[in-house]
């Protein structure tokens, strides 16, 4: 892990560079995904059965392309008792978090003989992206469908990887759990494209959530305006803030939550205390010998792994601040004092014992966040991206007749003169 100290000259230049995180895509990247797409929409079925058998070893001419939904109810059934109870209650504390998010249409009167409003509508299809192959995301199921379900969509369309035909059944039990409309074994930039546009199987959808790879990634980028996305994600990520009353075998644990997930995830601790960053720093790597996925971790740590120590808890909140990352734990005395200065983060976690991990499964907040920096500007996933807001306008001609005049005058500011007589005629003006 790299070392930054504020009394360094080149602490400003690694802040920036902590700060302009934004991964670079790989040569070749997007000309493989323009093609892909490309493909799809041209030849439909066709060119995604091409791409799946390359990819994924999955002909679906003879496996078909879409799954009975009676599939998932026999996961759920099949799968053991306790997993089953575990995502059903992991499903309960989402579904009632999302659900104080919901919005309402409203209307108001100004003043007499006008009525103005916002009509809040859900979208009527959305597509979701889950990951398959040799990992399984249930938890991606729940994250992304049951907000799409709280907010009244009409259909929720689902995409996973299904490498040689092998269906991962927790993940259909979470689907099923999570009321999926319908499941379709495909991968890659094939089934966004075939999401975006539509094919003879696959119906188009409105918007395209959840998490993939680069390819993935890049395709959602690519569409993004034919229809919506969510966020172009990146690796996951973490930083803990730490005073000297943080226990560094938590705050090891935690960074490690992260390493262990992709070797490029960032693992940052941002602390006032040199002790605090020197006991983590140790902690961090006699732990590290003891995961599984350890040479992953060692690989995230070695080329993204920071411990930033600061001159003071105030230029720390700065740091924290200009990074903008995913996942953000204060692990200081007064966490919720601390909070009131925090302005960019994905999800904030407050105290010793509110580890990351509550968030990605039980605790209920969405664990679509924000990355790369960009919470300063993106909100985690929501009730909020499933709708779509309408504005009201209703003027009686008395209330016309007051504004006419005005209206018709500022359209011949701006030289639209069809403008300014489309008022005037209702008024009886020439």
Do not use: C
């Not at 199921?141 to 009409?154: F, S, T, Y």
């Not at 390819?215 to 959602?220: F, G, S, T």
């Not at 924000?370 to 008395?398: C, H, M």
């Amino acid at each position: 892990m790299k070392i930054v100290r504020y009394d360094e000259p080149d602490f400003e230049a690694a802040i920036s560079s902590l700060e302009t995180r934004g991964e670079m895509v790989p040569e070749g990247v997007m000309e493989t995904v323009f093609e892909i797409i490309g493909e799809v929409r041209r030849r439909g079925d066709e060119a995604v059965g091409e791409y799946t058998l390359r990819f994924d070893d999955l002909d679906l001419k003879k496996a078909g392309m879409e799954l009975d939904l009676g599939e998932l109810d026999r996961a759920l059934k099949e799968i053991p008792a306790g997993d089953r109870e575990i995502i059903e209650a992991a499903a309960d504390s989402i579904r009632e978090f999302h659900q104080r998010q919901l919005e309402e249409s409203w209307i108001y009167e100004p003043s007499p003989g006008i009525k103005l409003g916002q009509k809040v509508t859900p979208i009527e299809r959305v597509g979701l992206y889950v990951p398959g192959g040799t990992a399984a995301y249930p938890s991606s199921v729940l994250m992304n469908a049951i907000p799409a379900g709280v907010a009244g969509v009409g259909q929720v369309v689902m995409v996973v990887p299904t490498p040689g035909g092998v269906v991962n059944k927790t993940v259909l039990a979470a689907a099923a759990v999570a009321g999926v409309d319908r499941v379709f074994t495909i991968g890659g930039a094939q089934a966004v494209a075939a999401l975006a546009y539509g094919t003879r199987t696959v119906p188009k959808v409105d918007k395209i959530v959840g998490p993939g790879n680069i390819y993935v990634a890049m395709a959602k980028k690519v569409v993004f305006g034919d229809v919506d996305i969510d966020m172009v994600a990146g690796p996951s990520e973490i930083l803990v803030l730490a005073d000297s009353s943080a226990d560094p075998v938590f705050a090891a644990a935690d960074l490690l939550s992260q390493a262990e997930h992709d070797p490029l995830a960032y693992s940052i601790l941002v602390t006032d205390d040199e002790e605090m960053l020197r006991r983590t720093a140790e902690e961090t790597h006699r732990q590290l010998e003891l995961l599984p996925r350890h040479d992953i971790a060692r690989q995230s740590l070695d080329s993204r792994g920071h411990l930033v120590l600061a001159g003071n808890m105030e230029q720390a909140i700065s740091v924290v601040n200009r990074i903008a990352v995913e996942h953000l734990e204060l692990m200081v005395v007064d966490p919720e004092k601390t909070l009131e200065s925090i302005k960019n983060a994905g999800a904030i976690f407050l105290g010793m014992y509110t580890t990351e991990a509550l968030g990605d499964y039980m605790a209920g907040p969405n664990h679509v966040l924000p990355t790369g920096g960009t919470a300063r500007f993106f909100s985690p996933l929501g009730v909020y991206d499933f709708v779509k807001r309408s504005s009201v306008i209703w003027y009686n001609q008395e209330a016309l007749n007051k504004r006419a005049g005005m209206v018709a005058q500022f359209a011949r500011l701006e030289g639209l003169e069809a403008h300014a007589r489309a008022v005037e005629l209702r008024v009886g003006q020439k």
